[in-house]
């Protein structure tokens, strides 16, 4: 059986731009390289928007404050299957720092089509665009 992890991402804005960012190598070829919504596994000792602040900080160096849900993303890869929640984030800054992504993109809405986003990304992108 494989692996379930809970997950929360941010779709994150400030002036009305989103921020996209890019990963960097990994073991699972396909997601590697692949843009995604920042964030990360929740730990058993924390809600999800306390998970999403953390890993916002720790991944971005970004105070960020934490809005309304989304949407869920159940996806399956290849190895793993993930339940993704993810929410409406704002910044009061653009100014972020990579300490595990190798690239980033401040994007209007429509914009967010020309990146290649991770698997489990593509919903968010599509309701974010209205599809």
Not at 25 to 39: Q, S, T, V
Not at 53 to 74: A, C, H, N
């Amino acid at each position: 059986m494989k692996k379930h992890i809970e997950v929360v991402a941010a779709i994150i804005i400030a002036n009305d731009k989103f921020l996209c960012v890019q990963r960097g190598p990994n073991k699972f070829e396909y997601i590697a390289y692949k843009y995604e919504f920042p964030g990360g596994k929740v730990e058993d000792y924390e809600t999800e928007k306390e998970a999403l602040i953390r890993e916002i900080q720790e991944e971005l160096s970004l105070t960020i404050e934490v809005g309304e849900k989304f949407i869920i993303v159940d996806h399956d890869y290849p190895d793993f299957s993930i339940s993704m929640h993810t929410y409406h984030c704002v910044s009061e800054t653009r100014d972020i720092i990579l300490n595990e992504h190798i690239d980033y993109k401040w994007l209007a809405i429509s914009d967010l089509k020309v990146l290649e986003w991770a698997a489990a990304d593509i919903p968010i992108v599509n309701k974010l665009r209205g599809q």
